[in-house]
């Protein structure tokens, strides 16, 4: 195997400020037409074909059918990773091509293109201000914050960050519910054509593929594929911020670059799951600079090998990262009740 290629030498020093990646990562931008295009034939007709073959195992029994629903759901949850390039203008060049293939695919995800775009905007935006929490993230108390509440208020903290809220709870509510409508931003009109668009789109194509297949099929290989999409989802989305050397503080410190550098994981997968998941893991490049097309977040890596050990999170360790629940303030890091209390 090869030695891992240098850094370039005009990239910055290890310790230079985070803003000075721009210039270097612009150069990654520029979606390649023929590669978005393949991208989507690579995980939309596997995606096709594992539901009919789901069905064909429903047709047998319905245990049987789960795991194909299981390996459909991976494949749901790279469509929605190419929606989320398409929200970043990252996929295709033009504004419009990415939009309405965003929108498309917004119905097999269940997920209202424009109404998402602008809660992860904000997320981007906002992210690690402790003073602006609470759009397009989860809910995290300080070690201070957690302390000041009352009893019952303790009570529903923990209920609210408890893995089966989170990842089982979680996702019917976001996904099934949730969705549905354009909280957050109901009175502009544009997200609420969003909302209903998307709903009616899901009568339509859900309700053809019903008829066709009778009722009870369908929801029984479709809540299966969304929810577990849905739950694999929000496990990335957590693991991406929720890890114990995230980056949380309040203006004036808080600076948007440090915050997307710093304080979002490299969540290093084994190969499969890493192009399953569209190399979402590599988070906080993606963070500090959204524009760049998920299929060439790789090319930043092997060219500036150094920002792969910033935020480095292994599977193995990720699952730690669930007994974190407070940001201690003054260590500057995502502590355990326990730690809290110490």
Not at 69 to 98: E, P, W, Y
Request: with cysteine; glycine share 6%; proline share 6%.
């Amino acid at each position: 195997m090869s030695a891992a290629r240098p850094s370039r030498p005009d990239a910055p020093a290890p310790s230079a400020p985070a803003k000075d990646w721009l210039r270097i990562l612009s150069r990654y931008r520029e979606p390649i037409p023929w590669r978005s295009f393949y991208e989507i034939a690579v995980t939309a007709v596997p995606f096709v074909l594992l539901w009919i073959v789901s069905y064909q195992a429903y047709t047998i029994s319905f245990w049987l059918s789960l795991p194909v629903s299981a390996v459909a759901a991976l494949f749901l949850v790279r469509l929605f990773l190419i929606q989320h390039d398409c929200g970043h203008m990252a996929f295709f060049r033009t504004k419009k091509v990415n939009d309405w293939v965003g929108r498309v695919i917004g119905v097999v995800t269940v997920t209202p293109y424009a109404v998402w775009r602008r809660n992860h905007a904000i997320h981007h935006g906002a992210s690690g201000n402790l003073e602006q929490r609470g759009t397009g993230d989860l809910m995290t108390l300080t070690v201070r914050e957690y302390q000041a509440r009352g009893w019952w208020g303790r009570v529903l903290y923990r209920a609210y960050r408890h893995p089966v809220t989170l990842f089982v709870v979680g996702p019917v509510y976001v996904y099934i519910l949730e969705n549905r409508l354009p909280l957050g931003l109901m009175g502009e009109w544009r997200y609420w054509v969003s909302a209903m668009g998307t709903n009616l789109s899901m009568l339509i194509v859900g309700g053809a593929i019903a008829w066709y297949i009778g009722i009870l099929a369908f929801l029984a290989i479709f809540l299966p594929v969304t929810l577990f999409a849905a739950s694999v989802g929000i496990w990335l989305f957590y693991v991406q911020h929720q890890f114990e050397e995230t980056h949380w503080t309040v203006p004036p410190d808080w600076q948007v670059h440090e915050a997307a550098l710093h304080g979002s994981s490299h969540y290093v997968l084994p190969q499969p799951l890493k192009w399953l998941t569209a190399n979402i893991g590599i988070h906080h490049v993606h963070h500090l600079y959204s524009r760049i097309p998920y299929y060439r977040l790789s090319e930043v890596l092997r060219d500036h090998p150094e920002l792969g050990e910033i935020g480095r999170l292994t599977l193995r360790e990720s699952f730690a990262c669930v007994k974190l629940q407070l940001w201690d303030e003054r260590c500057r890091r995502l502590v355990s009740y326990a730690e809290a209390r110490a």
